[in-house]
Nanobody, 117 residues
Framework: QVQLVESGGGLVQPGGSLRLACAAS????????MGWYRQSPGNQRELVAV???????NYADPVKGRFTISRDNAKNTVYLQMNSLKAEDTAVYYC???????????WGQGTQVTVSA
């Protein structure tokens, strides 16, 4: 079992920045992948960014060049640095953990990000 707790969401103006954090209840150093997803009203949950155990990262096209995912294995925490935020980034952001390929996915409770003037 893995518990994930997100933090760092909030209200920010367009062009602003936020850093989300996802703290895991146990070591993530050997986890196959950890990622961030988001879901806005009326839309399906979508992948934002993922980081794999070797440090390889992938980003959804809408956030490339603006968002950065990173992991601190010593703190069992994954971060999502979000810069140049746009109104369309408004959503509930969820942390996801995949301890090993093909295994169970774990989700956090989500944190709201609202980008508005």
């Amino acid at each position: 079992q893995v518990q994930l707790v997100e933090s760092g969401g909030g209200l920010v103006q367009p062009g602003g920045s936020l850093r989300l954090a996802c703290a895991a209840s146990r070591s993530i150093s050997n986890f196959y992948a950890m990622g961030w997803y988001r879901q806005s009203p009326g839309n399906q949950r979508e992948l934002v960014a993922v980081i794999r155990s070797g440090g390889v990262t992938n980003y959804a096209d809408p956030v490339k060049g603006r968002f950065t995912i990173s992991r601190d294995n010593a703190k069992n925490t994954v971060y999502l640095q979000m810069n140049s935020l746009k109104a369309e980034d408004t959503a509930v952001y969820y942390c996801n953990a995949v301890p090993f390929p093909g295994g169970k996915n774990y989700w956090g409770q989500g944190t709201q990000v609202t980008v508005s003037a």
